[in-house]
């Protein structure tokens, strides 16, 4: 079998970042350093090429253009190479792999993305780790020679997560990140070990690019004792086509006939209002308990177990598609990439 070849996507991020010597803020640096910083990459029987951003960016500046531009750099490369490798800060790199995951639907390649919580140079990096084994599952193949990881992936401190089911945990730890609600799909020992009943393999004949992301959205966090008024320059269907909202445990509201008729009002303009937990496990099952069928009458649709990351980013997506108002609503619903499952617990 040939060696595998791998594209490697500098977007900027930690893993890259040297301190300034005057200020001793991190900021990015050259993607050259990248290379310097750990000459074991050139051990690899893989061959590897290496795309930068032409300005590296810390993830909190990433935004749908450029989630654009990394999927049409992967669309447009996909016969070239075995697999890619996305290096992202970890900040919102949740939010990336689930955008990219719904811009990519149908790929039969793994696209891993990585970063760290040390910058690459420092002594004690957990940079290094992340980006060889990364590229090293990034090249992986099955006995038949397919790609044994067939979607977008995020790899971090010896685990391989689902990348719409990914979500950063820690500010602090190696391990910042897990998929609460659904299993790893390989985990990083003496051994590389996955899970292959977890891994997603999609009915598309082939991969299809979509990068036309609404940015019409909005995501809203409820507390106990929520001010109803000041919601109202949310709810506004000129401006915000679709929301997400993150409810109580399974789905629950307070019973406030103020934000009852703000949520009828917006969802018969033409809105579209998505249900998830602020709970880390579990789903959303509206009509579970009497404090949800506030939703259920006007109108809100049930998110399942989908992670913010998932929801805000699929929200954009379907919003994006040239299609009705039902079909959109049946998208929200219906899993695409692996991204939900309603029906764990046997419930629903
Ligand atoms: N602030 C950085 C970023 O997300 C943190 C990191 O890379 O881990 O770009």
Redesign the pocket.
């Known amino acids: 079998m040939q060696n595998p070849e791998v594209l490697i996507i500098y977007t900027?991020?930690?893993?890259g970042?040297v301190n300034d010597p005057e200020t001793g803020v991190l900021k990015p640096f050259d993607f050259e350093h990248l290379y310097n910083s750990v000459p074991e990459l050139k051990q690899f029987d893989y061959k590897l090429e290496a795309l930068s951003m032409d300005k590296p960016?810390?993830?909190?500046e990433m935004n749908p253009t450029i989630w654009a531009r990394i999927a049409t750099t992967i669309f447009d490369n996909y016969v070239n190479y075995d697999g890619f490798v996305v290096l992202?800060?970890?900040?919102?790199?949740a939010y990336t792999a689930s955008a990219l995951s719904f811009m990519l639907q149908g790929i039969k390649k793994p696209v891993i993305l990585t970063?760290?919580?040390l910058p690459i140079g420092q002594i004690r990096t957990d940079g290094k780790e992340n980006l060889i084994t990364a590229i090293e599952i990034a090249g992986l193949k099955n006995k038949d020679g397919e790609a044994l990881v067939q979607e977008v992936a995020l790899y971090f401190e010896y685990s391989l997560y689902r990348g719409n089911r990914s979500q950063k945990m820690s500010a602090e730890n190696f391990e910042?990140f897990n998929s609460a609600n659904y299993p790893h799909l390989a985990e990083a020992g003496v051994n590389l070990s996955f899970n292959r009943n977890a891994l997603l393999r999609s009915d598309k004949s082939a991969p299809e690019l979509f990068t036309a992301f609404s940015d019409e959205v909005a995501l809203l966090k409820l507390f106990p004792g929520m001010p109803v008024g000041p919601l109202k320059a949310v709810f506004n269907p000129e401006k915000v086509k679709g929301i997400v909202l993150e409810s109580f445990g399974s789905g629950n509201t307070f019973a406030n006939p103020a934000f009852e008729q703000l949520l009828k009002d917006y969802i018969h303009s033409g809105g579209i209002v998505l249900n998830i937990t602020q709970c880390i496990t579990g789903k959303v099952e509206q009509g579970k308990y009497a404090s949800s069928e506030l939703f259920i009458r006007a109108g809100v649709i049930g998110g399942c177990d989908l992670t913010t990351e998932a929801a805000i980013t699929k929200m954009m997506y379907v919003l994006g598609l040239p299609i009705s108002r039902e079909e959109k609503i049946h998208q929200l619903q219906a899993p695409l990439c692996g991204e939900m499952d309603c029906h764990k617990n046997g419930v629903d």
């Open positions: 900027g991020g930690t893993i970042m960016i810390d993830s909190s992202h800060g970890s900040d919102t790199m970063g760290s919580q910042a």
